[in-house]
Structures are given as structure tokens and as C-alpha cells.
């Protein structure tokens, strides 16, 4: 099936641990987003890719970090230096060009215990 | 970008149409009006856009007024699984690109049996 998938699922952390999480997609989109969600909020943006070994700051890039060596994955990994990091993640992707329209993973959620 | 105001909850009888309504006053010229929705713990799901003229897929319908300063998102015969929060953007195409959609509260959408 075509898509994106996000993994884990649910994930859980000590303070001070660094996490990855896993986005895969098999749409052939070139552009690449993360998000981030907190209970009753709306998104917001935390790094996004338009194209393979480029990325750019979103709103709240600080903690964060992304790579993007292959078309089809962009992982993101949330450093000891992100503050509050529990929260929902959610992966997208763009096709680019004028196109509004992104497609959203299924989301990881992590809990820093 | 353009500021939008959706009311923060509606119920609807399952098999009734679902009107969800969208100000957009300061909407411009070139903005689209982009609706997503977002069911409990999942990724937001692309719904339908528009510019000027109403549109349709199999989803729904976007109806938007002749001054495009707001818009109406109809779901025709509603169903349980239409329950989620459902969000009005108003965007420039090209912006997507930067992924900087801006998500606000919403309108949940409770669908009764």
C-alpha cells in the first residue's frame, strides 16, 4: 500500500535520553514535513525537507534534529535539550509545487517519564 | 495569511448532512480555503480545497460564498466515523511548500446515532 509510516507507535523516555523517530514513505513525494501536537492544540511545524540532503527550520526547531539522505525517509530526533518533548508527532508529506494538499502519517506519540 | 473563526463544537444526527461553517474575512486573492480533519489520535486527513467556485469529491462539498469571505464544508449523510475535529486553512498554494500550515482549534464534530 501506498503511504507513510511512522514508527513506534508510542514511545517512551527518561530525561536526558535522546529518541528517533522513523518516517518512511513510499509516495514519491519530495517534500517532507514534522509536526508537533499537544492535547487540544493545533500543530506546529518543526522541520520540514523539499528535497534529499536539504532541510530548513520550522517554528520550533530548537531540541530538534532531522536528516534526509534518502527520498523516502526522514527521521527526526528529539535531543535532552528539547524542554517539554512529550507530545504527538505527526510526519507528512507534500508533493510540492502548488499543490496544498499533504498527506499525514498515523503519528508517534512520546512520553518522557 | 488569512485568519479564520470556525465555532469550537456541532452535533449532527448520523445520516443527516454535517454543515460546518468557516469565516475567512480577510481572506486575499490568491488564498485557497483548504479543509482537514483529524479523527481522535490520528494524522490529519486531507478533506477537500477550493478558490472561488465550489467544489466536490467524494468526501464532501466546499461551498464559498461569492465575496469568499467565508466558506461551508458539507458532509452529505453523516456517519459515526465523520466524529473528529475538523479544520478550515486559508493558504497560498505555493505556501505549502514551506509546510507552515497553521492549524487553529477547530470545529469537533460529534456525529449521534
Known amino acids: 500500500d501506498g503511504g507513510i509510516t511512522q514508527s513506534p507507535k508510542y514511545l517512551f523516555r527518561k530525561e536526558g535520553q535522546n529518541v528517533t523517530l522513523s518516517c518512511e514513505q513510499n509516495l514519491n513525494h519530495d517534500a517532507m514535513y514534522w509536526y508537533r501536537q499537544d492535547p487540544g492544540q493545533g500543530l506546529r511545524l518543526i522541520y520540514y525537507s523539499q528535497i534529499v540532503n536539504d532541510f530548513q527550520k520550522g517554528d520550533i526547531a530548537e531540541g530538534y534534529s532531522v536528516s534526509r539522505e534518502k527520498k523516502e525517509s526522514f527521521p527526526l530526533t528529539v535531543t535532552s535539550a528539547q524542554k517539554n518533548p512529550t507530545a504527538f508527532y505527526l510526519c507528512?508529506?507534500?508533493?510540492?509545487?502548488?499543490?496544498?494538499?499533504?498527506?499525514f502519517g498515523e503519528g508517534s506519540r512520546l512520553t518522557v517519564l | 495569511d488569512a485568519k479564520t473563526t470556525q465555532p469550537p463544537s456541532m452535533d449532527c444526527a448520523e445520516g443527516r448532512a454535517a454543515n460546518l461553517p468557516c469565516n475567512h474575512s480577510t481572506i486575499s486573492g490568491n488564498e485557497y480555503v483548504y479543509w482537514y480533519r483529524q479523527i481522535h489520535s490520528q494524522g490529519p486527513q486531507y478533506i477537500i480545497h477550493?478558490?472561488?467556485n465550489n467544489e466536490t469529491n467524494e468526501m464532501a462539498s466546499l461551498i464559498i460564498t461569492e465575496d469568499r469571505k467565508s466558506s461551508t464544508l458539507i458532509l452529505p449523510h453523516a456517519t459515526l466515523r465523520d466524529t473528529a475535529v475538523y479544520y478550515c486553512i486559508v493558504r497560498v498554494a505555493t505556501s505549502f511548500n514551506t509546510g507552515k500550515l497553521i492549524f487553529g482549534q477547530g470545529t469537533t464534530l460529534q456525529v449521534k446515532p
Open positions: 477550493g478558490l472561488k
Open positions: 507528512a508529506t507534500g508533493k510540492g509545487g502548488n499543490t496544498g494538499e499533504l498527506f
